[in-house]
C-alpha cells in the first residue's frame, strides 16, 4: 500500500470515529487526508468501496504492530495475547481504529454495502486468531481452534464498546479480555457446536 493510500484510509477512520459512517462524506475525507476528493474516487470508485477498504484497513493495524520475535514457538502464547489485547489499550490510534470498527460494525445492520466487507474482515481476524491459538496450543484441531476464535473475538468486540463507552476502564477490559483467554485458549479449546457451521 502506498504512503498516499495510507494516508487516505487513516483520514477516513478518522472521520468514521469523528462522525460515525451516516456522517461520512467523501469530501470531508479529502480534506483530512489533504488530497482531492477525485483521488478518492479513483481509487476506491464510491463511497462504498471506501468504506471497504478502510475495514480491511483497520483490520490490518494490530497484526503490523506485531512485537518482534512473538510468532515463535516459544513465544506463540505472547502473540495470542498481543493480537486480542492490542484491540484494547490506551493509544489514541487504537482508540480511533476500534471507534471506527465498531461503528462500522453497528451501521452494517442498515447499510447493506458493508455486510460483505465486514464479514470479510471478520472472518480474516477469526483466522488469524485461530492460526495464533493453534500455534499457542498444538493440541487444538481446526474446528477448536476457530470455535474458540471466534468466541475470544466476539467477546473482545462486546469488552471493546463497554471500554469505549467508558462503562469500564482500560486496566479492568483488558482483564477481561486476558481473563478470556487464560480460560478458552491456555486450556484445551472448544468443540464445534453440532449443528453449527463455523464462522458463521
Not at 93 to 122: G, H, K, M, Y
Request: glycine residues 6%; contains cysteine; aromatic residues 4%.
Amino acid at each position: 500500500m502506498t504512503d498516499k493510500l495510507a494516508k487516505i484510509l487513516t483520514a477516513a477512520t478518522t472521520c468514521i470515529a469523528r462522525s460515525g459512517v451516516r456522517g461520512l462524506r467523501v469530501n470531508d475525507v479529502a480534506k483530512e487526508a489533504g488530497v482531492s476528493s477525485g483521488l478518492l474516487y479513483y481509487h476506491f470508485t464510491d463511497r462504498a468501496g471506501l468504506l471497504a477498504a478502510t475495514l480491511e484497513h483497520i483490520n490490518k493495524q494490530v497484526s503490523k504492530d506485531d512485537v518482534p520475535g512473538s510468532r515463535t514457538t516459544q513465544n506463540s502464547g505472547k502473540h495470542l495475547r498481543h493480537l486480542l489485547l492490542d484491540e484494547i489499550k490506551d493509544d489514541a490510534d487504537v482508540r480511533r481504529n476500534s471507534v471506527a470498527w465498531n461503528e462500522l460494525r453497528a451501521c452494517s445492520i442498515f447499510e447493506q454495502e458493508l455486510t460483505e466487507p465486514l464479514a470479510r474482515t471478520t472472518s480474516q481476524w477469526n483466522s488469524e486468531i485461530a492460526e495464533a491459538i493453534r500455534a499457542a496450543n498444538p493440541d487444538a484441531d481446526d474446528d477448536q481452534a476457530a470455535v474458540t476464535a471466534e468466541i475470544l473475538t466476539s467477546l473482545v468486540e462486546g469488552i471493546s464498546g463497554r471500554w469505549l463507552s467508558g462503562f469500564i476502564t482500560t486496566e479492568h477490559a483488558r482483564s477481561l479480555v486476558s481473563a478470556a483467554i487464560d480460560s478458552l485458549a491456555a486450556s484445551r479449546p472448544l468443540q464445534k457446536v453440532p449443528g453449527q457451521e463455523l464462522g458463521a
